[in-house]
């Protein structure tokens, strides 16, 4: 019997690390799009006998493909992850994705809100005060008051937040929580979504439940309906680029650094595990700072 290589990698992000369901579907598309390619090119799927060689034409059929750097880098990453995975269980002796160098590209920025466009959003928001409108409202203040990726907004629970000492344990990748505090605007809007909102749209849920941001039949908002959401107040508040929850985080980030706070307060407060990570946005802030200097200063 044939053993199913990317059954267990797939069980093993799934019980072990307990990556979510989204992630882990990434891995397995990035599993598939490779044993295809093997297919393809070698006419075989034996995923024990790639080796360095398999790799480099593997990269050049991405490139080839056109696919961007980010996400050349991502397969990559996937796919090393995997062979890591075999050796440490001796189905293999070595990761023939170790020493990939990819190819440099240049460095995307993160994209973040500017002021005018937080308060486009926010003043747009304010003019729905329908439950889901309510509900809205404190969407975006959640989103930009902690940071939180949109997987954790869509899985945060009413348990997770302690709002007598205005704090919310946001557990994030890898299972790791990190303690994110709330301030006095997330306060008020909390507190009307709970009295005048989550209860009016909990009357139509099917079974009851301790999600926090709920949609119209009173189900767990997932994270599709955050981005269609966001989506929506974007395009009707008048933004010309495309809203996401992310821009929320990046916000929150740049905003922290631009007002003074270091880089390892940042990271705790994003849950990165690598201060590398966190460091992207010195190049945000920095530009910041030049933009500032060519505006006011009369020499620039």
Not at 50 to 64: C, I, P
Not at 148 to 172: F, H, K, N, W
Request: charged share 25%; no cysteine; glycine share 4%.
């Amino acid at each position: 019997m044939t053993t199913d290589y990317p059954q267990l990698f797939h069980d093993y992000l799934r019980v072990e690390r307990q990556y979510s369901l989204q992630t882990v579907r990434a891995y397995d598309s990035d599993m598939r799009e490779f044993i295809k390619f093997l297919a393809d090119s070698r006419h075989t799927s034996d995923l024990l006998q790639v080796d360095y060689l398999d790799v480099r034409v593997f990269l050049s059929y991405l490139y080839e493909k056109n696919d961007q750097p980010r996400t050349i880098g991502r397969k990559v990453s996937s796919l090393r992850a995997f062979y890591d995975f075999l050796v440490r269980n001796d189905f293999r002796a070595s990761n023939p994705f170790a020493g990939v160098q990819l190819r440099r590209s240049g460095h995307h920025l993160p994209r973040f809100f500017y002021e005018k466009e937080m308060t486009a959003l926010f003043e747009t928001a304010a003019q729905d005060d329908s439950p889901l409108g309510l509900r809205n409202q404190l969407l975006l203040e959640l989103l930009y008051d902690t940071g939180a990726r949109v997987s954790e907004a869509s899985d945060m629970t009413l348990a997770q937040m302690d709002q007598s000492a205005r704090i919310i344990m946001i557990t994030g990748k890898g299972n790791k929580t990190r303690i994110v505090p709330y301030g006095r605007y997330l306060e008020e809007h909390l507190q009307t979504y709970l009295t005048s909102s989550r209860p009016i749209l909990m009357v139509h849920a099917k079974q009851a439940h301790d999600y926090l941001l709920v949609n119209k039949n009173g189900d767990k908002l997932t994270q599709s309906g955050i981005e269609y959401a966001l989506k929506h107040l974007g395009r009707k508040a008048g933004l010309t680029q495309e809203v996401t929850a992310h821009m929320f985080r990046h916000t929150f980030a740049t905003d922290l650094l631009n007002n003074g706070a270091d880089l390892r307060t940042v990271q705790q407060l994003l849950g990165h595990s690598s201060l590398s990570t966190t460091q992207i946005y010195t190049h945000v802030t920095r530009e910041n700072l030049q933009q500032s200097y060519r505006d006011f200063f009369p020499r620039a």
